[in-house]
């Protein structure tokens, strides 16, 4: 008689190893290489739902590609493909959107929600909602972005807040800004635009080097330099 550990399983030479076993309609029991099972991570045509990398109980990771790289990071959330694609160790991160957070692999506390927003951050303590958001924030940090495209040129500048459609749009290494409307603050782009305020539609528009100026109403100092 076979002993009680050899009948306590079942092998099936027709199934493969890492792939879910269901049902068919027939009750025969199969597996797709389009269902996949990581001892983690369920992968179902080629999108990660689970952990992520590193398989820290904490993090969600939902995506084909989202937190790909993630070592000792936690408290992580990564919906999309690409989401926090090379994070290690940051942690606290919100992705949500293709290619959001992307590059991101030690900054903290960073929310991004849109496509493309944050994509190229390593920084912490972002905020960007909106497509493409602080798409080209590199190590900026402390700033927040509401809208489409808002900072969406910025790389080392921090304490900024744009909210509006394209507001603070060219602004590159300018910090301690606030740029409220429509394009308020669009060509801010050099390092001298700061410590400026632009509320409304267009206000500061033009103003491309500016400091320490204040704007209010649309098209309010529209043409400044």
Known sequence: ??????????????????????????????????????????????????????????????????????????????????????????????????????????????????????RLNTASNNTALGWVALNVNTSGANNTALGFSALASNTTASNNTAVGYQAGYSNNAGSDNVYIGKQAGYGANTVNAYYNTFVGSEAGYGAATAEGNSAFGALSLCSLS
């Not at 689970?50 to 989202?66: E, K, L």
């Open 1 to 118: 008689f076979p002993s009680h550990d050899s009948c306590s399983s079942l092998q099936l030479s027709s199934l493969t190893s890492g792939r879910v076993t269901y049902a068919t309609t027939s009750g025969l029991l199969t597996d797709s290489a389009n269902l996949l099972y990581s001892g983690t991570d369920l992968t179902v045509y080629g999108i990660t739902v689970g952990r992520g990398a590193g398989a820290v109980s904490t993090n969600t990771a939902v995506g084909a590609s989202a937190l790909a790289a993630n070592t000792t990071g936690s408290n992580q959330v990564a919906v999309g493909v690409n989401t926090l694609n090379a994070n290690t160790t940051g942690i606290q991160n919100i992705a949500v959107g293709t290619d959001a957070l992307l590059s991101n692999q030690t900054g903290n506390y960073n929310t991004s929600v849109g496509v493309g927003s944050l």
